[in-house]
């Protein structure tokens, strides 16, 4: 029971008040659309230079857990995702602002991030040392086939047609072969210099889900805005309630955000996405997501919190990073000079336990804080339309060019922003090109991975259709295509006999 | 008949984005794209199949052009003169341009200092955050 004994560390006057502002800024930095949980993260490396390890570490882990939370604000009041794992958050979380639950939307996200937090911190305390083995287990093969389980997920994410959210995923995935070959470095579709760093997922995000906002936003008549300002109220009693009634959504939330956690690579963006295309599943209601069913929330944000405590196991024991962020906190880790592995846990043990501590303290805080803001969210919902086009339009500029210090970016996120305003105006929605865009790098580099690899051993056959693993991802792939083509059959057949 | 320009249309994309993969010099490096793209060609066909057989449920809504065409002239004018003029001097022009031209009723001095006033806070809040806290370096161009 090391992280009990190391569990007052926290509570250091220093500590405790470098965790409470991290997670406030993190919320704040999560918030703002464009900066994501790896890049404030990675903002934030340099500032713990000079800092000692275990108040960096805290500083660093309560900001990846604060901006996975925070990138969900904006998700849901403004329909734009503040990072790729808020995606899924913002399919419900959006609808329940625009019908005046904006503060039952921002309750539940914050709650349901809690509960999935701990869980997935608590996964790391306990199971560390076994999950560290199965994070092993998943080479190319199985990670391949990990993307392709996230594809088969798209169709279920547009806006009613499984064809064309599967049609708008394949867009994404082509979209992330510009630019040059992971392995052979040939260029690929570079039109234009400014397409030759490819398109990235962070200017991606930002023009799909931005531009298309605040031009629907300029469309919007003082009436219609009129009717949109209604905001209901709903006290933290009622919606922790709630939330708890919604055991099926949070389990399935919180279940898969930890299972995704300890995959290598995956990360909060895939968590989300399969939790919430798996309760809509499981769920009764599946018509009324997508329009403002809360278990959307819900789902979404436990998985995207519980994956941060898992996608750290892996990282610890093996240096093999669970995702984009956990990569961006091993160099975190490395300037302290700690090394992961064994000697994290024996010579090193104050500073790591701390850490981990630390994260629990962070869910605390981050509840805490969450809730608060909920109450201040009617001040956003009641900007006029027009001031929050302009500011949403500036913010989007400003974010996609910190990434990279680009302009290319800027006017990639603009023309794929511009064209999606245009595609959803015939039915394809934003969500499957970017979970296109996400996983088609996983999905290639270990699909060319493995084809090296294959053509040493036993085959391609043999090497991506064997095992364990790889069998029960080819049988849920397989299950997920199946439910949606039978779904889209009821769908149509439903829509044809309303139509008589 | 014009449901069918959106299948036609997904069709025609997939076919062009197939005959540029196929065109590429090495193809071991385009065999990813392809595989994609040979993907969407058969998603486009069945498409099209749905809406012959007449299951096609297609919505689409119209492009109100007069709208948005202001803003998107101003998103290229903001593009195009950021690095020039400077990211800030352009973002608060782009600002306070888009909440003038879509604010409803009549232009008044007043409020327009109004408007340029939140333009102005709202600069220093991306000042503050973007280059005070965060450090990225924005281009500075001709003013700030």
């Known amino acids: ?500 | 008949m014009s449901k069918l320009l959106i299948p036609a249309g997904m069709f025609a994309l997939a076919l062009l984005l197939l005959f540029a993969g196929l065109s590429g010099s090495n193809q071991e490096a385009f065999l990813f794209p392809n595989v994609v793209a040979a993907i969407m060609v058969v998603i486009a066909v069945l498409t099209v199949v749905n809406y012959f057989k007449n299951n096609s449920t297609e919505k689409s809504k119209p492009i109100p052009w007069l709208v948005i065409l202001p803003a998107l002239l101003i998103f290229i004018l903001y593009l195009t003169f950021a690095e020039l003029i400077g990211f800030y001097v352009s973002s608060f022009i782009a600002f306070t341009a888009i909440v003038m031209i879509y604010m409803p009723g009549r232009f008044e001095i007043s409020r327009s200092l109004k408007i340029a006033l939140v333009g102005l806070l709202f600069m220093a809040a991306l000042y503050s955050l973007f280059t005070l806290l965060l450090k990225v370096q924005l281009p500075r161009g001709l003013f700030f």
């Open chain 1, 1 to 500: 029971m090391e992280f009990i004994q190391y569990f007052p560390e926290v509570f250091t006057f220093s500590n405790l008040t470098i965790l409470i502002l991290g997670t406030m800024g993190g919320l704040l930095l999560g918030a703002t659309p464009g900066l994501s949980p790896t890049m404030a993260v990675a903002l934030l490396i340099p500032f713990t230079f000079h800092m000692q390890p275990a108040p960096a570490l805290i500083l660093l882990g309560a900001v990846y857990t604060a901006t996975v939370a925070g990138g969900a604000v904006s998700a849901i009041l403004v329909s734009i995702p503040g990072a790729p794992a808020n995606i899924a958050t913002m399919l419900d979380g959006f609808p329940m602002a625009r019908g005046g639950k904006a503060m039952q939307a921002l309750h539940y996200c914050f709650i349901s991030s809690f509960i999935g937090g701990m869980l997935g911190v608590l996964l790391l305390v306990f199971f560390t040392p076994v999950l560290s083995n199965v994070a092993l287990k998943f080479g190319p093969s199985e990670l391949f086939w990990v993307a392709i389980l996230g594809v088969t997920v798209i169709g279920s994410l547009g806006s009613g047609s499984v064809l064309k959210g599967l049609f708008a995923g394949a867009v994404g995935l082509w979209l992330s072969t510009i630019g040059y070959d992971p392995i052979l470095g040939e260029e690929r579709f570079v039109v234009t210099d400014h397409l030759a760093g490819g398109i990235t997922i962070i200017p991606a995000l930002i023009g799909l889900f931005a531009i298309p906002q605040v031009l629907g936003m300029l469309e919007v008549t003082e009436h219609q805005q009129a009717k949109m300002l209604a905001l209901e109220s709903q006290s933290i009693w009622q919606s922790i309630k709630y939330n708890f009634s919604r055991i099926k959504a949070l389990t399935i939330g919180s279940i898969i955000g930890m299972v995704v956690g300890i995959i290598p690579g995956a990360g909060g963006q895939v968590a989300g996405i399969v939790a919430y295309d798996q309760t809509k599943k499981f769920s009764k209601e599946k018509d009324s997501f997508g329009k403002g069913n809360p278990d959307g929330v819900i789902t979404a944000e436990s998985a995207n919190n519980a994956m941060v405590g898992p996608s750290l196991v892996p990282l610890l024991t093996l240096s093999i990073p669970g995702s984009p962020t956990a990569a961006v906190l091993l160099g975190g880790l490395l300037i302290n000079g700690l090394f992961p592995g064994p000697d994290l846990f024996t010579i090193h043990a104050q500073v790591t336990w701390t850490f981990i501590d630390s994260l629990i303290v962070a869910q605390v805080v981050m509840l805490i804080f969450g809730l608060t803001i909920s109450r201040y969210c009617r001040f956003v919902t009641r900007i006029p339309q027009y001031y929050m086009a302009a500011a949403v339009t500036v913010l989007a500029v400003f974010g996609t060019y910190s990434v990279q210090n680009s302009m290319s970016d800027v006017f990639v996120m603009m023309t794929i922003g511009t064209l999606m305003y245009l595609a959803s105006k015939i039915g394809f929605s934003p969500a499957p090109v970017v979970l296109g865009l996400i996983l088609g790098p996983i999905a290639e580099s270990n699909l060319i991975e493995g084809k090296l690899i294959a053509q040493s051993g036993d085959g391609f056959v043999a090497y991506f259709m064997s095992g364990g693993i790889n069998l029960t991802l080819i049988a849920l792939c397989l299950l997920s295509i199946g439910y949606s083509l039978v779904t889209e059959l009821i769908r149509v057949k439903k829509s044809r006999e309303n139509t008589i």
